[in-house]
Antibody, heavy 121, light 105 residues
Framework: QVQLQESGPGLVKPSQTLSLTCSVS??????????WSWIRQPAGEGLEWIGRVYTNGATNFNPSLESRITISLDTSKNQVSLKLTSVTAVDTAVYYC?????????????WGRGTLVTVSS | QMTQSPSSLSASVGDRVTVSCRASESVRMYLNWYQQKPGKAPNLLIH???SLHSGVPSRFSGSGSGTDFTLTISSLQPEDSATYYC?????????FGQGTKVEIK
C-alpha cells in the first residue's frame, strides 16, 4: 500500500527557508513511473500546485513560485524534498506531497496527509 | 484559469447533483476531479474528464471536453458531503478550480 508522509518544521520565521520532506513507502521514487508533486492549501482556501520532480531530477514549477522553489529526490531514503526560500505570511498553508503517475493524462492519485506550516515571527 | 459553479450547494440524500467547471481556454480532456473532506487530503475521483478512478463509487461520473466539464453525483449520499475541485493538467502549472462545497440538507 502506497503511503506518503510529509514532515518538517511547523513554524518558520519570515524571510527564512521552509524545508519539507515527503517519505514514500510502498513505491520507489526512482522507478521512473511517477512524478512527485507538492501542492499547498491556505486555511479555508483552494489548492495551489507548487511543482513536481521526475525520477531523473527534471522539474516543473509554478511560475508564481519558481524563483523560490527547489524540489529534489533523495533516492537513498526514498524521499522527496521541498525548499521554499524567503517565506512570508502568505506562504502559511497545509503542504501536501502527492504521486503523479507518468502517463498520458496527469493526475495526483496518492496524497500525504499534509503538514501545516505557519510563517510567523 | 478554472472556474467552478456553483460555489456551494445543498441537496437531499438521493438527489442528482451536478458541479460545473469551465476552463478559460481548451484543456481538451485533461481534466480531473477531486473530493476533499475537512481536515483531509483531496481524493481523486475522475481523471481524463470521464475516467472513474479505481475504488470510486459508480454514482460519480464526469463529462465534457474542451472548456466545459461536469461532475455528476447520480444519487447523493451522506458521505458525499465535501468540497469538490476540478483541475486541469493540459499545461503546467496545473491549476484548480476554487471548489464547490456540497452539503446535505
Amino acid at each position: 500500500q502506497v503511503q506518503l508522509q510529509e514532515s518538517g518544521p511547523g513554524l518558520v520565521k519570515p524571510s527564512q527557508t521552509l524545508s519539507l520532506t515527503c517519505s514514500v513507502s510502498g513505491d520507489s521514487v526512482s522507478n521512473g513511473t511517477n512524478y512527485w508533486s507538492w501542492i499547498r492549501q491556505p486555511a479555508g482556501e483552494g489548492l495551489e500546485w507548487i511543482g513536481r520532480v521526475y525520477t531523473n531530477g527534471a522539474t516543473n514549477f509554478n511560475p508564481s513560485l519558481e524563483s523560490r522553489i527547489t524540489i529534489s529526490l533523495d533516492t537513498s531514503k526514498n524521499q522527496v524534498s521541498l525548499k521554499l526560500t524567503s517565506v512570508t505570511a502568505v506562504d502559511t498553508a497545509v503542504y501536501y506531497c502527492a504521486r503523479e503517475p507518468y502517463s498520458g493524462n496527469y493526475f495526483q492519485d496518492k496524497w500525504g496527509r499534509g503538514t501545516l506550516v505557519t510563517v510567523s515571527s | 484559469q478554472m472556474t467552478q459553479s456553483p460555489s456551494s450547494l445543498s441537496a437531499s440524500v438521493g438527489d442528482r447533483v451536478t458541479v460545473s467547471c469551465r476552463a478559460s481556454e481548451s484543456v481538451r480532456m485533461y481534466l480531473n476531479w477531486y473530493q476533499q473532506k475537512p481536515g483531509k487530503a483531496p481524493n481523486l475521483l475522475i481523471h481524463a474528464a470521464t475516467s472513474l478512478h479505481s475504488g470510486v463509487p459508480s454514482r460519480f461520473s464526469g463529462s465534457g471536453s474542451g472548456t466545459d466539464f461536469t461532475l455528476t453525483i447520480s444519487s447523493l449520499q451522506p458521505e458525499d458531503s465535501a468540497t469538490y475541485y476540478c483541475q486541469q493538467t493540459y499545461g503546467t502549472p496545473w491549476t484548480f478550480g476554487q471548489g464547490t462545497k456540497v452539503e446535505i440538507k
